[in-house]
């Protein structure tokens, strides 16, 4: 059993920056953020292989958004950048103790754990 808390939502105006954060109980790999808007599908945003320090982008985040992990706090961060009105979503921490090819890691149902989520809200 693998319990994510996730932090840091809130709201910015466009052009703003925030980080999340996620602290697992355990470490487990690859450790991902996903993000829903209403009325639209979850959709992956960065993933990061934590022995590796692998990291993968959604096209939409690449370039504005980074992930990186602290294995120390087993905690995996979310840099958010140049933020845009439609980055707004409930932002998900996930991990996975079933394996994740690089082909599925912004595949949901290859994550087995999921975060509370934290709200991020911007405006323009």
């Known amino acids: 059993q693998v319990q994510l808390v996730e932090s840091g939502g809130g709201s910015v105006q466009a052009g703003g920056s925030l980080r999340l954060s996620c602290v697992a109980s355990?470490?487990?790999?690859?450790m991902a953020w996903f993000r829903q808007a209403p009325g639209k599908e979850r959709e992956g945003v960065a993933t990061?292989?934590?022995?590796?320090?692998?990291?993968y982008y959604a096209t939409s985040v690449e370039g504005r958004f980074t992930i990186s992990q602290d294995n120390d706090k087993n905690t995996v961060y979310l840099q958010m950048n140049s933020l845009k009105p439609e980055d707004a979503a409930m932002y998900y921490c996930?991990?996975?103790?079933?394996?994740?090819?690089?082909?599925?890691?912004?595949?949901?149902?290859?994550?087995?754990?999921w975060g509370q989520g934290t709200q991020v809200t911007v405006s323009s």
């Open positions: 355990a470490k487990t790999s690859p």
């Open positions: 990061i292989y934590t022995g590796s320090r692998r990291t």
């Open positions: 996930a991990t996975s103790t079933w394996g994740v090819s690089m082909a599925q890691i912004f595949d949901e149902r290859r994550y087995n754990y």
